[in-house]
């Protein structure tokens, strides 16, 4: 057990009467749940992010990996290679289409991934097959309308209050009484 001196306690190296908490000068708390971690926790947060997305990126790799290995030793083992080779020809194909089909929901979709979350529509489409395509993405619109994009014109951008203005019809008041007379609707004298 380390010996604290006094007037000091092992609270995070600050001294006893130092007990500050993060809290908002505003008093607001806010929605966001991440606010009362502290400095630490926040940390200790974006270092657990981190390692998640390292960990889903090399789960994705080794997958890779075991495919790749998988085929490589069943080449070794006098397998039959054209079965390989299928089985390789069939996934490329499948990406293919994937990417056909994301390429075609673009423009028509909200979000062109919502195409391949509906699968069973494109079932037995390849690739090179563009009016099947076509006839799939119109087959789900017609079923799930919502997933259309709204097409709501070109977006807004810049100050709401932008553009021209039309200059008033009465000056700017003088002194700060006219402008309190005007706002209670008064004469000022």
Not at 44 to 70: G, H, I, N, P, T
Request: no cysteine.
């Amino acid at each position: 057990m380390a010996e604290e001196t006094p007037g000091t306690e092992q609270n995070d190296g600050k001294p006893e009467g130092d007990q500050t908490q993060n809290v908002n000068p505003e008093g607001d708390q806010g929605n966001d749940p991440e606010a009362s971690l502290g400095d630490a926790g926040k940390k200790a947060l974006q270092e657990e992010r981190a390692a998640r997305k390292a960990a889903e990126r090399e789960l994705a790799d080794l997958k890779q990996e075991v495919s790749r290995l998988r085929r490589s030793n069943a080449a070794v083992k006098d397998v039959d290679l054209d079965a390989i080779k299928s089985e390789i020809r069939q996934e490329f194909d499948q990406k293919l289409l994937t990417a056909e089909i994301k390429a075609a929901a673009a423009g028509r979709l909200a979000d062109p991934a919502d195409a391949m979350r509906y699968g069973d529509y494109f079932e037995g489409l390849s690739a090179d097959d563009s009016g099947g395509i076509k006839s799939a993405l119109d087959k789900l619109l017609k079923d799930k309308p919502y997933l259309a994009a709204q097409d709501s014109g070109p977006k807004p951008w810049g100050d709401v209050g932008s553009g021209p203005r039309e200059t008033p019809a009465d000056p700017e008041p003088k002194n700060p009484q006219e402008r309190l007379a005007r706002a209670y609707g008064r004469k000022a004298n």
